[in-house]
């Protein structure tokens, strides 16, 4: 075989082995997309395993096998979640029907502050404002309070599913995790093997710190805003820190939504100044806490991303997935941005 | 009955594992290290096929780590400007158990010093830093021994290396008193 005619013949070959490499991993990506479940359950998994799996090496440095290293993490965490709801869970419910029950008057409650704010403002623009305002606020959320309770048992068998799902496919992740992706890896031509190789190591110890410093940071943000709302007596803590510490989340704006909930509840309770500055503060110090302490020590390493990015590729999120999307978009954002960022520098720095 | 390549293609996986292991305990890196830690090392690697002709690593590339020989040939060149033009010279001819680019699995950005080219049919056991992190991660004393080993390499390559230089400016110094006599 003559010298072109083989440059010809591994060029079809590379060609071959890149479309089959892209080929499975658009096959895999379209399974997690179209399947029910599988993109939140396989989130939830890939969040398990980056939390478990410096638990997992800890121990096999022990000298105890991977199987058994990962079958006594997961049994432990398992059991540290069942032990969990078994706390939160009563709690969790009565608080649900504690604010079912008490929606009506939380309604009328907000009517009133918005005849109040309705008066106010017809003082001010007379004539110009001729909108009812507060029969249009009462009727869209009275039927989005329905609409909220009415999809909470959908959402509970749907979250009993995820979380059967999640750490399934987090426990193989952390097994054999390494194997697949190694498998992967070998459909890979030879040419660009140690740059793909590398960028995969970087992506997934940047994707680790980001998810590790994460969910530390939402969990102490979390736990110190249920300790303060507790100090200072105020109804639904434990549900009000949970819905903190997920909206923690979302950079810049998190911490705001978060305390949208609390704050209606204290005006529509007719809440005194003090209670609502002590509210104030409870919220406040969780995110001097957050911002003095945890983001320079934990959450230091994660990508930074500019402000103005944050904000598109929240509103990005949003529109496509909603909540979830406001949440995801940014691990996502900083994962592309890693892969470009490496990618970039490989193809630059070397001489090819 | 049976054709005998099935059970050649059944039992291949298996002996392929058998052939990574052997190849690992006869290379120099791996030596020192047990059974057990030589099957988390074939866990861990990438065995690579390349074609005649097939060019593993150029000159100048980011390169991320080593490579031993499972079965073939390689041939290794350097390329060297010249103020007329760029020529290529043949530095060494590595075959079975011999391993090359050691270099890049320690140090950070490493460039390749010299271009890698599979000569016929070869098979190479690729072992690269983020393996290297992996094992020190999940079993620090077998890294520690796998990185020993690879730090002593270096340093007998480093003797080689002073020694050749202090023998070239030895010649050069015989060189220039004889162009001064």
């Known amino acids: ?352 | 009955m049976m054709h005998p390549s099935f059970w050649t293609n059944l039992f291949r996986k298996d002996s392929k594992e058998k052939d990574v292991i052997e190849a690992l305990r006869n290379t120099y890196i791996f030596e020192t290290l047990n059974k057990r830690e030589l099957q988390l090392v074939s866990q861990t690697i990438h065995v690579r096929e390349y074609a005649p002709g097939e060019s593993i690593f150029s000159q100048g590339e980011l390169g991320v780590g080593m490579y031993i020989v499972l079965k073939g040939k390689v041939q290794i060149f350097v390329r060297t400007q010249t103020a007329e033009e760029e020529e290529s010279s043949f530095v060494a001819s590595l075959g079975d158990g011999d391993f090359f680019g050691e270099i890049s699995l320690i140090e950070n950005n490493s460039r390749r010093t010299a271009s890698a080219l599979a000569s016929v049919e070869t098979s190479l056991i690729g072992f690269f830093k983020p393996d290297l992190m992996e094992i020190l991660d999940r079993q620090p004393s077998t890294g520690g021994k796998i990185v020993l080993r690879v730090a002593e390499v270096l340093g007998r390559r480093l003797k080689e290396t002073t020694s050749r230089i202090s023998e070239l400016k030895d010649e050069l110094k015989v060189h220039n008193s004889r162009g001064l006599a």
Request: hydrophobic share 55%; charged share 10%.
């Open chain 1, 1 to 352: 075989m003559s010298l072109a005619t083989r440059q010809l013949h591994l060029k079809r070959i590379n060609r071959v082995r890149l479309m089959a490499f892209f080929t499975l991993l658009f096959f895999l990506i379209a399974c997690v997309l179209v399947v029910e479940n599988l993109l939140i359950s396989t989130l939830i998994g890939f969040v398990i395993a980056y939390l478990l799996g410096p638990i997992v090496n800890h121990f096999e440095r022990r000298g105890v096998d991977r199987l058994w290293s990962t079958l006594w993490t997961f049994f432990v965490f398992g059991s540290l979640i069942i032990v969990a709801g078994v706390f939160i869970f009563p709690n969790l419910s009565t608080a649900l029907v504690g604010l079912q029950q008490e929606t009506p008057s939380y309604i009328s409650g907000f009517s009133k502050l918005i005849s109040s704010l309705e008066t106010q403002a017809r003082g001010l623009f007379g004539s110009w404002f001729s909108m009812d305002l507060n029969e249009w606020v009462e009727e869209r959320l009275t039927l989005g309070m329905a609409s909220f309770f009415n999809h909470i048992p959908g959402f509970i068998k749907q979250l009993l599913m995820v979380m059967l799902l999640g750490p399934f496919i987090a426990f193989f992740m952390v097994k054999d995790g390494r194997k697949i992706l190694r498998q992967l890896l070998a459909l890979i031509p030879n040419h660009i093997f140690e740059t793909a190789l590398s960028l995969q190591h970087q992506i997934n110890i940047q994707i680790g710190y980001f998810v590790r410093a994460r969910l530390l940071e939402a969990g102490i943000v979390g736990a110190v805003t249920w300790a303060g709302l507790m100090i200072i007596g105020f109804p639904f803590s434990l549900l009000l820190a949970i819905f903190a510490a997920i909206t923690n989340l979302i950079p810049y704006i998190g911490p705001l939504i978060g305390l949208i909930p609390a704050l209606t509840i204290a005006l529509v309770n007719s809440s005194s100044n003090f209670e609502l500055l002590l509210l104030f503060l409870v919220y406040l110090i969780a995110q001097l806490i957050d911002a003095g302490l945890l983001i320079p020590f934990f959450v230091a390493r994660i990508v930074n991303l500019h402000p103005l990015t944050v904000i598109i590729v929240i509103i990005a999120g949003a529109q496509f997935m909603g909540v979830l999307g406001m949440i995801i978009s940014i691990p996502l954002a900083s994962t592309l941005k890693v892969t470009v960022e490496t990618l970039y520098r490989h193809l630059t720095e070397s001489r090819l």
